[in-house]
Nanobody, 129 residues
Framework: QVQLVESGGGSVQAGGSLRLSCAAS????????MAWFRQAPGKEREGVAT????????YYTDSVKGRFAISQDNAKNTVYLQMNSLKPEDTAMYYC??????????????????????WGQGTQVTVSS
């Protein structure tokens, strides 16, 4: 079993920054792909950023490229999402997810939330204009 706990959400004005954290515990070492998803009201859950526990260049969805950065501290079993230059359209519930995926799938533009079996409870991010 893998447990994921997110923190760091909140309310900010447009242009502001937030840093989300995802602390993982349990049988984590085999869950090689760590991801951040988000879901706004009335919209589908979308992949925002992913990173392989073994390292390598992260993946970002186009709408956050240049503004968000995913990183990890394997010693702490924690994944972070640094979000800068936030926009009102970034408002959503943000979820951390983990599972064992092929590297190709972990970085896929067509990545689906159904590929991930482990999820955190989510943390709300609200950006006001």
């Amino acid at each position: 079993q893998v447990q994921l706990v997110e923190s760091g959400g909140g309310s900010v004005q447009a242009g502001g920054s937030l840093r989300l954290s995802c602390a993982a515990s349990g049988y984590t070492y085999s869950r090689n792909c760590m991801a951040w998803f988000r879901q706004a009201p009335g919209k589908e859950r979308e992949g925002v950023a992913t990173i392989l526990r073994s390292g390598g260049s992260p993946y970002y969805t186009d709408s956050v490229k240049g503004r968000f950065a995913i990183s990890q501290d394997n010693a702490k079993n924690t994944v972070y999402l640094q979000m800068n230059s936030l926009k009102p359209e970034d408002t959503a519930m943000y979820y951390c997810a983990a599972d064992s995926l092929r590297s190709y799938d972990c970085y896929s533009d067509s990545m689906s939330p159904t590929w991930f079996g482990y999820w955190g409870q989510g943390t709300q991010v609200t950006v006001s204009s």
